[in-house]
């Protein structure tokens, strides 16, 4: 069973940082993307960034030029590095990736539980 572990969430004033982590762990043949997510209250879930095998990574417009993505496919882990935070970034963040578990086999969703994160003075 493959599972999505998500860490570095908390409290943070405007302006501030975080590093949230998310480590996969199971049976993991390939990651085609990682990625995150987030859900304010009463919001609907949105992509916040994602990245490919490849390298190719894709952001939301609000978080462009403050958030960074990365991964380390060695490690089946994918990191965001925010900066400049706002308010509006209050949130709960999930881990998201596209996991083939074995050859022959399509890719499947998985999902971590969540960090949340708050920003606020």
């Known amino acids: 069973q493959v599972q999505l572990v998500e860490s570095g969430g908390g409290l943070v004033q405007p302006g501030g940082s975080l590093r949230l982590s998310c480590a996969a762990s199971?049976?993991?043949?390939?990651?085609?993307?990682m990625g995150w997510y987030r859900q304010a209250p009463g919001k609907q879930r949105e992509l916040v960034a994602a990245?490919?095998?490849?390298?190719?990574?894709n952001y939301a417009d609000s978080v462009k030029g403050r958030f960074t993505i990365s991964r380390d496919n060695a490690k089946n882990t994918v990191s965001l590095q925010m900066n400049s935070l706002e308010p509006e970034d209050t949130a709960f963040y999930y881990c998201?990736?596209?996991?083939?578990?074995?050859?022959?086999?399509?890719?499947?969703?998985?999902w971590g539980k969540g960090t949340l994160v708050t920003v606020s003075s």
């Open positions: 998201n990736a596209a996991i083939k578990e074995r050859v022959g086999a399509g890719a499947m969703d998985y």
């Open positions: 199971g049976r993991i043949l390939s990651i085609l993307v």
């Open positions: 990245i490919t095998s490849g390298g190719i990574t």
